[in-house]
């Protein structure tokens, strides 16, 4: 079934590919007898999945007028490339995933290596009833564009994958209140501040992270409803 090994990669490997290759901001995988796709920020994802077209955001971080990185790697690896921005939509069998940042001028060139991470790729996915929402390692500066670009509605999810790992640069009140999910997980590398677990908690939303939680698989239902378990029984907010 298509969309159930797309949502088991979603949800059950999104850790791997994250955190243990440290490759990639986020990353789509969906394997069947005859389809893999990716979205990546960079071609070294390409050494740990095998796929058959890669997805990225298109800005870098370099002089050059236009970053060729990720079209260089997939060239020598014969893979297509392709550049996402604000607006495009895929179709995976009954998932729709709609890229909602950067927007396309921001995809065309390179930025300062200060702004880089405000110019992650953010998508949202919509399985019937269930809807998630991916942004990467957005700081709050990043947030308050993509709130300004986005049509609320868009915004509204009930699954939230904690932007930039949990770090106090991002979950603004603002972001939180729009977002308004039901569950948060956040791949951490650091302790989640006292405050930003009350922000989560003010929001109404649960939040997990591996640091505490240890590996976190959520399922998703196309009635909207998710479930979750975790390696670990700890309260994420104590």
């Keep these: 079934n298509v969309n159930a090994q797309f949502f088991t990669f979603i949800f059950n490997q999104l850790q791997f590919s994250l955190e243990q290759s440290q490759l990639i901001d986020q990353a789509l995988y969906l394997n069947n007898k005859t389809t893999d796709y990716s979205i990546a920020r960079d071609g070294g994802i390409l050494d740990v999945i095998g796929t058959d077209i890669v997805y990225w955001r298109g800005a ?30 895929l179709q995976f069998g009954e998932v729709t995933m709609t890229v909602l940042w950067p927007t396309e001028d921001a995809t065309k060139y390179l930025v300062p290596a200060a ?80 405050n930003l677990r009350l922000a989560y908690q003010v929001a109404g ?31 994420p907010m104590r």
Excluded: W
């Design 115 to 194: 702004d880089i991470n405000d110019k992650s790729m953010v998508f949202r996915l919509d399985f019937q009833e269930h809807s998630s929402l991916f942004p990467a390692d957005l700081y709050v500066a990043g947030e308050g564009m993509l709130l300004d670009a986005t049509d609320a509605a868009l915004l509204d999810v009930d699954f939230l994958k904690v932007p930039h790992h949990g770090h106090a640069t991002s979950s603004s009140a603002k972001f939180l209140a729009a977002v308004s999910p039901e569950l948060s997980v956040a791949m951490a590398r650091v302790p989640i501040t006292q």
């Design 60 to 89: 870098g971080v370099g002089s050059s007028e236009k970053d060729t990185m990720v079209a260089d790697v997939c060239a020598a690896k014969n893979i297509p490339c392709q550049t996402l921005s604000q607006g495009a939509v």
């Design 205 to 235: 939303s649960t939040l997990l992270y591996d640091l505490v939680n240890g590996y976190i698989h959520v399922t998703a239902a196309a009635d909207g409803t998710m479930e979750y378990t975790t390696t670990r029984n700890h309260d």
